[in-house]
Structures are given as C-alpha cells and as structure tokens.
C-alpha cells in the first residue's frame, strides 16, 4: 500500500546568516584577545637572562637603545635632553610610571646610565631593564 505524500520534501540547506554570524564571531574574539605591540626598525640585541621576570600591564613606555648609543623613543630617534622632556610630559598627561628599556647588549654602560637618570628626573617611578630570557634545558 502506497501512500501519498501531501508536500514536496525539501533538501536540507545550510544558510548564510548563522555561517556570517559565526565568522564575525571568531574575527571579534581573535581581535579582543590579540595582543599587538609597536614595534620599531631598530634592530638590537637583549642580553640573555636564567630567569624571567613577571611583566605588568601598568602604563609604561618603551626606550630603545642601539648599539651606538642612539636613543629612540615610540620609533623615533631623540637627544637626551627631548627624552627627559618627553617622559615628563607623558608622566604628567597619561600618569606613566614605569620605563622599559631596551638597550642592545653592546652599547655604553655610561649611556644607560645616562637615559635611566634622565628618566627618573622626569618623574618616572620603576625602570624595567629588557633582557632576553631562554628556558633552561634540562
């Protein structure tokens, strides 16, 4: 006995909106959880470090140092004397405490020196030194 179907069977489809909901989903998650820092065309070499370091998330801003001792600041290259301008006007605008210093592993103790007390007289609080850290093979 034959019975008789009262409506055509569709085929399944599989729709466009949940597939763009899903894209624009995963492209707001990869977005938020990315985590993307500046960096600049300087090329220098950290000294290696046994141990690392807990880094914070605290307000900072980022000085290169080279190897010829050439100071820069957000990419760009700066005298002593606009450093410490620069970092006093950051501390005082954005409430920047802290420093991190990128200093290639070939350039003047005196320099670094030089840069750490200039930052410290524009009213910056901690100095984070920047070193390359390799685990330890066991």
């Keep these: 006995m034959r019975f008789k179907r009262s409506m055509a069977e569709e085929e399944p489809r599989l729709g ?78 954005k409430g920047i405490v802290n420093l991190v210093l990128q200093a290639d592993k070939h350039t003047s103790h005196g320099r670094v020196v030089a840069v750490m007390d200039a930052a410290k007289s524009a009213g910056i609080r901690s100095i984070i030194i920047a070193a390359k850290w390799k685990a330890e093979e066991k």
């Design 16 to 93: 466009m909106a949940p597939l763009i909901d899903v894209v624009f989903l995963l492209l707001i998650f990869f977005m938020l959880t990315s985590h993307f820092e500046i960096a600049s065309g300087v090329r220098i070499r950290l000294p290696k470090v046994a141990r690392k370091v807990y880094e914070s998330e605290e307000a900072k801003v980022i000085v290169l140092l080279d190897k010829k001792g050439t100071i820069y600041l957000k990419g760009k290259k700066v005298d002593l004397a606009t450093l410490k301008a620069k970092i006093s006007s950051m501390v005082n605008e």
